[in-house]
């Protein structure tokens, strides 16, 4: 039997220009889920800073423009471009129109 849940179950945080949303995962599910899903609206012009030590990332542009900074080195990001990101800190920037990101994290064993 499927599990849905609403977007007023989905837990949230608002952060300095972006908001996140745990799509899936054990905050969502209440079971041991083996990827989490976040989505990332960050605002025109605005950074977020996404901790993905213990996890590979695909991060997949959802709507708008902008960049993700990975160890110094910078990559372009525009809507329905894809990233396969190493675990490690991140730097997410939007461009003049937003940024909405999905990362799908699969952890580290």
Excluded: K, N, Q
Excluded at 16 to 44: K, M, N, Q
Excluded at 47 to 74: C, F, K, N, P
């Amino acid at each position: 039997m499927p599990i849905v849940r609403g977007p007023a179950a989905l837990p949230s945080r608002r952060g300095p220009g972006y908001v996140e949303t745990v799509c899936a995962g054990t905050e969502v599910f209440d079971a041991s889920v083996p990827l989490r899903v976040r989505r990332l609206v960050i605002d025109a012009g605005r950074t977020a800073e996404v901790d993905t030590r213990s996890a590979e990332v695909m991060a997949y542009v959802v709507a708008g423009s902008g960049s993700v900074e990975v160890g110094g080195e910078r990559h372009e990001l525009r809507r329905e471009s894809m990233a396969w990101l190493d675990p490690g800190p991140i730097r997410l920037s939007a461009g003049d129109d937003g940024l909405e990101v999905l990362l799908t994290e699969a952890p580290l064993t």
